[in-house]
């Protein structure tokens, strides 16, 4: 496994600044200020601004928690799904999309405890092209992965990832992903990849499953959602603008 | 306690496109069948209005429950045997219907070379020609006998394509004309041509146009919706098992069909099969069904592993390549190159399973292998099935995969790139095998099926030769960008590649060198007959290999059928002289 176990952390702190070009001093003040914010709203600074903004947010009864016990977690998913997602000219990044209640959501059911895939033991490393073999399930690689977040985070930068710039959140997510963070059973690649392959599904799902909300994620890529037939257009020459549809519209 | 039911005429095993064929074809005899399939009974209702990519897409909702069942893999033997945890390379069915539910549609028929590929190519480049490890050798049945069945699979599916000079030949047109010809079908058709190649629209079962079969079951016309493979069709517009033979069995009276049935043994007496134990998965009670003739139609994997673990047949040994059973696994050499194109906008998004076009030129001995070193080769093809946003994010060469940047380029590109195909013939080595596994075992505590397989410098040679065509192709076409795969090392089980897996059970007319005669019929057991993709002796360079195991499922169906008239006795002699008993 591709860990670096210089520190307690699993990456030198010397190391880190290198990669990022950053000055940890910096970073201190504007921290604690967010996250005193987060902590006394229950939300991370996102969320709450997503909520006003939007009736289908904070008002949804489904806009709660299954999953995620601890509101920490649930901010450091939030931040780094939109770090991955990032809201920008063209339309609404992760956040705004639904994005952490959609993987709070998947984690709550099957696919959090691996229900429908082999977890019988014993348990061997193995090689590269024989896949997944570790032990864990999907729901303790997220807790695991979040908190290690914050732990690098709080070390690194002594202020709650979710309050981080930008650059700084990113920093991190690059570390965890280049294997470079040392975590209990599997890589920091593998939770990241876990991380990046979930945010994306909450991006473009369905949005009866509680992500792509609006089907926004559908209409950044011109993506008509679940039509029942292209038959009208399949010779066309142009390229065909069309709004997209979703299972609530064919379902009752 | 094992309960003993009344002994039938006949018992399948595994009701998908092979079994479903066989019961269609002896039930309108009269022969009584019982169909056993260990997944769940489905019909046309349970696909209506199902366009959900993250439940079957990305979830594989039709797929087999891996924590009841899975298989073990390593790339040598020299490796440890891990189990397949999550679903990947290949994804395995269940449910009545079988992989024949989720198909795209694919129907390519192989070429008359792969029949007889050892003795064409001998004749041709001389045996030295042949790598030391490879294992081709010819069918036992050569492509002129094939021909009435892929017809027969044909027009019961009701295929929908065009003829082309280099497919193989056919003696009547397809059943339906080909799908309709989309802008990005043409460029494709314009480009090869410019090139020099043959383009031909896919023959598919996806169909042009409503259609009604010798059997009198209805196929509709499809209606582009994009939502084929891994999913089930709600217009019953993509023939598949459900549609088509399993209704023709059930409405003759002959045919039972019992769904949540896993069988895990055929009862074997050393001379022949006396009948099948199974599971009833909904009340864990078991079931033994005596039968005079049992026919064996699961997926390639579970082909094998049930002779493996029923001990029925000799094991292959690639130490000495002794046995049988395991012999000769081969896959698919499945690559892709993609172009990005900075002005042009297509609905890529809008297509059905087994639309697009393909060329041939580089396929099967449709050219010179004088001076390359491979044999064999692949088609190249386009298929417009429509992509789906969670597993399409393209972005070209160097791009970030995650951020800002990405999403900048993986919104914009997606319906801004081109996908060609090339999918490559899997040539047998002697090092590529299935066994059963020591270590790892399945939901009742037998042991899980074990497969050894890597690529080889055939394939390796193959796939860059097919690769620059490709990258030159999309070039032609325009493509700002191309993403290539050059040198693509060992197989992985990880990313999806092709559900195109086969041999463990091979057909030929040496028992020697291959497990079932060219009736399917087993040498070492008169009474079982073994149908699907197990029976390659090798897989070719297509896009499909499901009229392939429909066309050796219609050859069962009169083998079992004689044998069952002949009471008894091998239908062929082995040797290269074929002959029936008569």
Excluded at chain 2, 353 to 361: K, V
Excluded at chain 2, 513 to 530: G, H, K, R
């Amino acid at each position: 496994m591709a860990e670096n176990n210089d520190s307690k952390d699993g990456m030198t702190r010397r190391k880190f600044i290198q990669n990022t070009g950053l000055v940890v001093g910096g970073a201190l003040g504007g921290g604690l200020l967010g996250g005193l914010i987060g902590n006394q709203t229950g939300q991370s600074p996102e969320t709450a601004e997503n909520s006003a903004e939007n009736n289908n947010g904070a008002e949804s009864p489904s806009e709660a928690r299954m999953f995620f016990k601890r509101q920490d977690d649930f901010n450091v998913l939030s931040a780094a799904s939109e770090v991955i997602f990032p809201e920008d000219e063209s339309g609404p990044g992760a956040v705004q999309l639904g994005v952490p209640y959609y993987i709070d959501k998947q984690l709550a059911g099957g696919y959090g405890r691996n229900a429908k895939e082999y977890m019988k033991g014993p348990f061997f490393e193995g090689e590269p092209t024989q896949g997944y073999q570790a032990a864990l399930t999907r729901d303790n690689i997220f807790l695991q992965g979040i908190r290690r977040i914050q732990q690098i985070s709080s070390s690194e930068f002594n202020t709650p990832f979710q309050d981080l710039e930008e650059e700084n959140q990113i920093a991190i997510l690059e570390e965890f992903e280049s294997g470079n963070i040392s975590m209990k059973g599997i890589t920091s690649t593998q939770f990241f990849e876990l991380l990046r392959s979930a945010t994306l599904e909450g991006v473009y799902a369905d949005p009866i499953y509680g992500g792509n909300r609006g089907m926004e994620g559908w209409k950044m890529k011109d993506y008509p959602g679940a039509q029942m037939t292209y038959t009208s257009i399949m010779e066309d020459e142009e390229f065909s603008e069309m709004d997209p549809v979703s299972l609530r519209d064919h379902h009752s | 306690m094992t309960t003993e039911l009344e002994r039938v005429e006949a018992v399948v095993i595994g009701v998908g496109w092979a079994g479903g064929i066989i019961a269609a074809e002896l039930t309108k005899e009269g022969i009584q069948v019982v169909g056993l399939e260990r997944g769940q009974e489905k019909s046309l209702d349970d696909f209506t209005m199902q366009k959900d990519e993250l439940k079957y897409a990305i979830r594989y909702e039709l797929m087999q429950d891996l924590s009841k069942e899975t298989l073990t893999f390593r790339n040598n033997s020299e490796q440890r045997a891990l189990p397949m945890r999550q679903h990947g390379s290949f994804l395995l069915g269940t449910d009545v219907g079988g992989a024949g539910v989720h198909w795209n549609g694919q129907c390519p028929r192989f070429l008359p070379y792969d029949f007889e590929i050892r003795s064409q190519t001998v004749e041709r480049y001389g045996e030295d020609k042949i790598p030391e490890d490879m294992r081709i050798q010819d069918w036992g049945l050569s492509y002129d006998e094939m021909e009435p069945y892929y017809d027969k699979f044909e027009k019961m599916a009701g295929v929908s394509g065009e003829d082309n000079e280099l497919t193989a030949p056919r003696e009547n047109p397809y059943p339906t004309p080909p799908m309709m010809e989309t802008p990005l079908i043409t460029k494709f058709k314009d480009t090869a041509r410019n090139m020099g190649f043959h383009p031909y629209h896919l023959p598919s079962a996806n169909l042009s146009e409503q259609y009604t079969n010798p059997d009198g079951q209805t196929i509709n016309a499809c209606q582009y919706c994009s939502f084929c493979e891994r999913f089930g069709c709600d217009y019953a517009a993509k023939s598949d098992p459900l549609i088509t033979v399993i209704p023709t069995a059930k409405e003759t009276g002959n045919f039972e069909l019992r769904p949540n049935s896993n069988v895990r043994r055929i009862d074997y007496d050393g001379e022949r099969a006396t009948g099948v134990y199974y599971i009833d998965t909904l009340t864990q009670e078991e079931f033994f069904q005596p039968a005079d003739v049992v026919i064996l139609t699961a997926y390639t994997m579970n082909n094998t592993r049930l002779l493996l673990h029923s001990e029925i047949g000799e094991p292959y040994d690639p130490e000495t390549e002794e046995g049988v059973i395991g012999r000769n696994y081969c896959y698919q050499v499945g690559l892709a190159a993609t172009g990005f194109f900075e002005e042009e906008k297509f609905n890529i998004f809008a297509g059905a399973g087994a639309l697009g076009a393909a060329f041939d030129d580089y396929n099967g001995d449709n050219f010179d292998h004088e001076n390359l070193d491979f044999l064999h080769g692949g088609m190249i093809l386009f298929m417009q099935s429509g992509l789906r946003p969670i597993a399409n994010n393209p972005v070209p060469p160097g791009t970030k995969t995650w951020g800002r940047e990405f999403k900048q380029q993986s919104t914009k590109f997606f319906t801004q790139h081109y996908t060609l195909i090339m999918e490559g013939a899997s040539l047998p080595s002697r090092n590529n095998y299935l066994d059963l596994d020591p270590t790892y075992t399945d939901e009742f505590g037998d042991p899980l099926l074990r497969m050894t397989y890597n690529f080889t410098d055939q394939d390796h040679s193959l796939g860059n030769h097919q690769m620059e065509i490709m990258e030159e192709f999309l070039y032609e076409m325009g493509a700002d960008y191309v993403e290539t795969l050059y040198d693509f090392g060992d197989y992985t089980i990880v990313p999806y590649q092709a559900t195109h897996n086969t041999g463990g059970v091979i057909i030929g007319d040496d028992p020697e060198i291959s497990a079932v005669n060219s009736y399917l019929q087993m040498w070492d057991c008169e009474n079982l007959f073994v149908v699907g993709g197990s029976a390659f002796p090798h897989n070719s360079g297509y896009s499909g290999v499901t009229p392939t195991i429909g066309a050796l499922a219609y050859r069962a169906s009169e083998g079992i059928k004689l044998y069952l008239e002949n009471e008894g006795g091998e239908l062929v002699k082995a040797g290269p002289e074929k002959k029936m008993k008569s």
